[in-house]
């Protein structure tokens, strides 16, 4: 039977007011859903609920509940709402909440942010078979303990800079995300949600990759398919580079020239559809939780 929940006014004010979110503006559209890269790929995270429940004031219901801990703060829930109503920003207040009152121990939350980090490896090993055109399907499941346990090792090789020669597009792609003026500050690296080893994802090297001329190599590299795009590294650069839209630049710019298959796009669609499932189901199994939501 579904819960039966009394709406808490002042406790509604209190998340407003911290987070200067007007949840009343939801309208319940569904758009939040129907963007939400982990609700598409497993159907747990529905950030419309979570905004809804917001709405009523169920504070302590929403910090209980297993999906906050699924987001992976790319905003695209936030970048589609046509009201401004921010889910990912009532997520991230719940998700301090939850640490604020000690709702789980330190050894549940170390747990937790470990695995966090290491699902990008997951991700990259994914990635780079999906750009080999392996089917991806059957290792999934095989390779899943093996892909997070081992780190990315990248074949940097030897570039020779003198040697490089790089085509008037991937310059182009440059010049309109103003990559050139990048100074190293690490804002964007720091700032990352999926930035937690530099080998398999850093946006600053990214950068420094494009500013360097390392055209092929960059192209060819999984790392690029990871961005989620939420914009932070854009939004924080105080020289105004805007590195989401370069990635997703050298992304179009890798199908463009054939370096990646014509079928790619689909098959990382479907690989991703076989990946949050996984990542839902260890995050619940770190937190105990059942498949009902409650605390094992
Ligand atoms: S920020 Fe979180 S809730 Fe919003 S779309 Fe991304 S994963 Fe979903
Ligand atoms: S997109 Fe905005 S208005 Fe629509 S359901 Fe989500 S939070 Fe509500
Ligand atoms: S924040 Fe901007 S200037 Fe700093 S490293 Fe990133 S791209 Fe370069
Ligand atoms: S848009 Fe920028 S901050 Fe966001 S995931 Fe991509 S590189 Fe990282």
């Keep these: 039977m579904t819960a039966c929940y009394t709406p808490n006014p002042a406790t509604k004010m209190m998340i407003q007011e911290k ?124 390779n899943w303990q093996a892909w997070l346990e081992n780190p990315v090792g990248i074949q940097n090789g030897d570039v020779s800079l003198s040697e490089l020669s790089h085509t008037k597009e991937f310059i182009g792609e440059a010049e309109r995300s103003a990559t050139a003026s990048c100074f190293n500050c690490s804002e964007c690296t720091n700032s990352c949600p999926i930035c937690f080893e530099r080998n398999v994802f850093d946006p600053q090297r990214i950068f420094r990759m494009v500013n360097l001329g390392i055209e092929e190599e960059i192209l060819r590299s999984p790392s690029i398919w990871l961005c989620i795009s939420c914009q932070t590294c ?23 020239e054939g370096i990646v298959a014509p079928e790619f796009s689909d098959r990382w669609k479907k690989t991703q559809r076989l990946l949050y499932p996984l990542f839902t189901r260890e995050i619940d199994a770190i937190f105990g939780f059942d498949e009902k939501g409650r605390i094992l």
């Design 19 to 142: 987070t200067r979110v007007n949840t009343s503006l939801c309208w319940s559209c569904s758009a939040c859903d129907s963007e939400c890269p982990v609700f598409i790929g497993s159907s747990c995270l529905r950030p419309q609920k979570v905004l809804r429940m917001a709405s009523l004031g169920l504070l302590e219901e929403l910090v209980g509940l297993p999906e906050i801990w699924y987001c992976l703060a790319c905003k695209r829930c936030t970048q589609s709402c046509p009201n401004d109503c921010e889910p990912e920003t009532i997520v991230g207040f719940l998700l301090k909440e939850a640490v604020r009152t000690h709702l789980y121990s330190d050894e549940t939350l170390a747990r937790y942010h470990e695995f966090y980090g290491r699902f990008q490896r997951v991700r990259w090993k994914a990635a780079e078979m999906c750009l080999k055109g392996e089917d991806i399907e059957p290792l999934v499941e095989s």
């Design 234 to 256: 854009t939004n924080v650069c105080s020289q105004l580079v805007s590195g989401h839209v370069l990635i997703r630049g050298l992304q179009e710019m890798a199908a463009r």
